[in-house]
């Protein structure tokens, strides 16, 4: 029988717990912590993570547990996540901009779910509020995960327009109809969470562009001003680029923008297919 055996840091132990200086009103928030960098053993206040469990002296991702007093802070996952940064822990480290759902860089897996942990309402989660980096990509640190490979694959399908020569005199105009092609696509904030949530992804992401990059190519596709169709087409008409969706349909689900990379997808397959 085939035996696979996990690399040594994919175990992930228990970590320290920290309390909020008031307990108004406290919930449990458990965080993934980690960071590749640091050798040996230790969490970022220079305790140690022995827990004996035999684990000593290897630097393991860990779980620590905050209790955060959330009358204390603002509504989203993201003001709970500041307020453990600001007011118990400044070593925990994450992305966030724009805190409205326009950046994109807050994402992140809370409660088991890819999503904006500035527009996530932390009373819509029960229980203990379990938060992890956005899955199956290399963790720069913490809630930090490394997306050169998802912005190399963004470059490659050429998001811009590309339109003949000589450039008019005023701007390229569209028809009502042509621009309302363009709705459900244009809304993509590139956070990734629909990338991260299809296992056609997780096993294939250095050769198969995942749906973000692929809703972002079908934008340009699909957009009038554009005149380069048969190039963009050619380039995705690969087995492995665009044909390792077998409609999942995980990234439709998860997307915090309520758009629907699969259907993208689809359309991509459909284009291809009538070349
Ligand atoms: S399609 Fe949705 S989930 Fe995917 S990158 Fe764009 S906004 Fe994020
Ligand atoms: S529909 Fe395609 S892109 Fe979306 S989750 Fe499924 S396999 Fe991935
Ligand atoms: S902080 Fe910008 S999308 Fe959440």
Same mark, same amino acid.
């Given at each position: 029988?085939?035996?696979?055996?996990?690399?040594? /840091?994919?175990?992930?132990?228990?970590?320290?717990?920290?309390?909020?200086?008031? $307990?108004?009103?406290?919930?449990?928030?458990?965080?993934?912590?980690?960071?590749?960098?640091?050798?040996?053993?230790?969490?970022?206040?220079?305790?140690?993570?022995?827990?004996?469990?035999?684990?000593?002296?290897?630097?393991?991702?860990?779980?620590?547990?905050?209790?955060?007093?959330? $009358?204390?802070?603002?509504? =989203?996952?993201?003001?709970? @996540? @500041?307020?453990?940064?600001?007011?118990?822990?400044?070593?925990?480290?994450?992305?966030?901009?724009?805190?409205? *759902?326009?950046? *994109?860089?807050?994402? =992140?897996?809370?409660?088991?779910?890819?999503?904006?942990?500035?527009?996530?309402?932390?009373?819509?989660?029960?229980?203990?509020? %379990?938060?992890?980096?956005?899955?199956?990509?290399?963790?720069?640190?913490?809630?930090?995960?490394?997306?050169? /490979?998802?912005?190399?694959?963004?470059?490659?399908? %050429?998001?811009?327009?590309?339109?003949?020569?000589?450039?008019? *005199?005023?701007?390229?105009?569209?028809?009502?109809?042509?621009?309302?092609?363009?709705?459900?696509?244009?809304?993509?904030?590139?956070?990734?969470?629909?990338?991260?949530?299809?296992?056609?992804?997780?096993?294939? *992401?250095?050769?198969?562009?995942?749906? $973000?990059?692929?809703?972002? $190519?079908?934008?340009? @596709?699909?957009?009038?001003?554009?005149?380069?169709?048969?190039?963009?087409?050619?380039?995705?008409?690969?087995?492995?680029?665009?044909?390792?969706?077998?409609? @999942?349909?995980?990234?439709?689900?998860?997307?915090?923008?309520?758009?629907?990379?699969?259907?993208?997808?689809?359309?991509? %397959?459909?284009?291809?297919?009538?070349?």
């Amino acid at each position: 029988m085939a035996e696979f055996k996990l690399p040594a /840091n994919s175990k992930i132990v228990s970590g320290k717990t920290y309390r909020d200086a008031t $307990a108004a009103r406290l919930r449990t928030v458990r965080v993934y912590r980690f960071d590749p960098d640091r050798g040996g053993d230790g969490d970022d206040n220079g305790n140690s993570n022995d827990n004996g469990d035999g684990n000593h002296g290897r630097n393991l991702p860990r779980i620590d547990t905050y209790q955060v007093d959330v $009358a204390a802070c603002g509504p =989203m996952v993201l003001d709970v @996540i @500041i307020r453990i940064k600001n007011h118990i822990d400044p070593t925990l480290t994450f992305r966030r901009s724009c805190r409205e *759902g326009i950046c *994109g860089s807050c994402a =992140m897996n809370i409660d088991g779910v890819n999503t904006l942990a500035c527009t996530q309402p932390a009373a819509a989660i029960s229980g203990d509020i %379990k938060i992890y980096p956005l899955p199956h990509l290399p963790v720069v640190k913490d809630l930090v995960a490394d997306l050169s /490979n998802f912005y190399a694959q963004y470059a490659s399908v %050429k998001p811009w327009l590309q339109a003949g020569e000589p450039a008019p *005199g005023r701007e390229r105009l569209q028809s009502e109809q042509q621009r309302e092609k363009l709705d459900g696509l244009y809304e993509c904030i590139l956070c990734a969470c629909c990338s991260t949530s299809c296992p056609s992804y997780w096993w294939n *992401g250095d050769k198969y562009l995942g749906p $973000a990059a692929l809703l972002q $190519a079908y934008r340009f @596709i699909a957009d009038s001003r554009d005149e380069a169709d048969g190039e963009r087409l050619a380039q995705l008409d690969d087995a492995f680029k665009l044909y390792r969706c077998h409609t @999942i349909m995980n990234c439709t689900k998860t997307c915090p923008k309520g758009l629907n990379p699969a259907k993208a997808i689809a359309e991509i %397959k459909k284009a291809v297919a009538k070349r």
